[in-house]
């Protein structure tokens, strides 16, 4: 399916089957399509781009498609990077450590540094953090395969 170009999106690089590879939804997604382009919120004289994931409903293109700034697209995939390896070593935390210390991480950027955290507010705290663990364990050849692919992109880029 062929992502619209009259929208506010422009897309420049896209990925117009998206639906063959969403994850548990291939083949039955409503994730059309990605793209880079430039983003519906430019304004005069301001440009700036965006990763959009195009969702179809099957009869129009809907409004829960979301458009990403780029930076925070890899700003998410720093988050799960560090969020996959936390749960990689649960296991391995004793109790005062799961929830005494909710800060598991600052990673510096841009001068200052982004924090990952448990986050304690939560009322179903450990019911959902074992709900999580378990989809990331059922998910781990599905995401393995993206980190593999993300690290050696990663690599031949010189990083």
């Known amino acids: 399916m062929k992502i619209p170009t009259n ?15 969403d994850g548990r939804n291939a083949y039955d997604s409503d994730a059309k399509g990605l793209s880079i382009g430039l983003a519906q ?59 005494s ?18 986050c304690t507010d939560n009322p179903h705290l450990e019911e959902d953090i074992e709900l999580l663990r378990n989809w990331l364990g059922t998910n781990d050849e599905l995401l393995s395969e993206r980190f593999r692919t993300l690290a050696k992109l990663l690599k031949e880029l010189g990083f």
Not at 7 to 21: A, D, F, G, R, T
Not at 48 to 61: C, D, I, L
Not at 104 to 112: E, F, V
């Open 7 to 21: 929208l506010k999106h422009n897309p420049i690089m896209v990925s117009e089957n998206y639906e063959n590879i």
């Open 41 to 99: 919120w430019n304004d005069r004289g301001k440009v700036e781009f965006s990763a959009k994931v195009w969702r179809y409903t099957g009869e129009k293109w809907s409004r829960q498609s979301e458009e990403i700034p780029i930076h925070r697209v890899l700003d998410l995939a720093i988050f799960l990077c560090r969020t996959k390896d936390y749960f990689n070593h649960y296991y391995y935390k004793d109790e005062k450590e799961k929830t």
């Open 101 to 118: 210390y909710p800060l598991i991480d600052r990673i510096p950027l841009q001068g200052d540094a982004m924090n990952v955290a448990v």
